[in-house]
């Protein structure tokens, strides 16, 4: 079975500290920190050139649920020829802890010889089986918006 990697550092206290996580063996690295979570808890600080783990596991989502729509396609005749996916993770606070609480994908693909009923049964049949969905499970809601370019 694969095992997939990243790792993380953190230095300093939650909220003014710092972090650098890399993906993979060195495929991406970058920083990470509480000033992107803030709006959540705090009053939002505006715009910081750093990530943090909620926005990873979005990009993550639209990344695998692409290639899962890709392969459902695919296996029904329609190779697509672009398919581009947003995900919007909804971060609430449930219990007095940060939840990641519903996410929003939206996705448009562009498919030769498929109406929009076909395609959006496609889109489903992607969410139910793309690894990323499956894991998050414990969300609440993962919506879905799929559309033909």
Not at 104 to 115: C, I, M, P, S
């Amino acid at each position: 079975m694969a095992t997939r990697n990243g790792s993380a550092r953190w230095e300093g206290d939650v909220r003014s500290g710092k972090g650098r996580l890399t993906v993979g063996q060195d495929s991406w690295t970058g920083r990470y920190s509480w000033s992107r979570f803030a709006g959540v808890l705090d009053a939002d600080d505006g715009p910081s050139p750093d990530t943090n783990p909620e926005e990873l596991l979005a990009a993550s989502h639209a990344a695998c649920f692409s290639m899962a729509l890709s392969l459902t396609l695919g296996e029904r005749g329609h190779a697509p020829e672009s398919i581009e996916t947003q995900a919007r993770g909804h971060l609430r606070v449930v219990n007095g802890i940060p939840t990641i609480q519903e996410i929003d994908l939206e996705t448009q693909g562009k498919v030769a010889g498929l109406d929009q009923g076909g395609f959006a049964r496609c889109a489903e049949l992607a969410k139910d089986g793309c690894i990323i969905s499956r894991a998050l499970a414990g969300v609440e809601t993962i919506n879905l918006s799929a559309r033909l370019a």
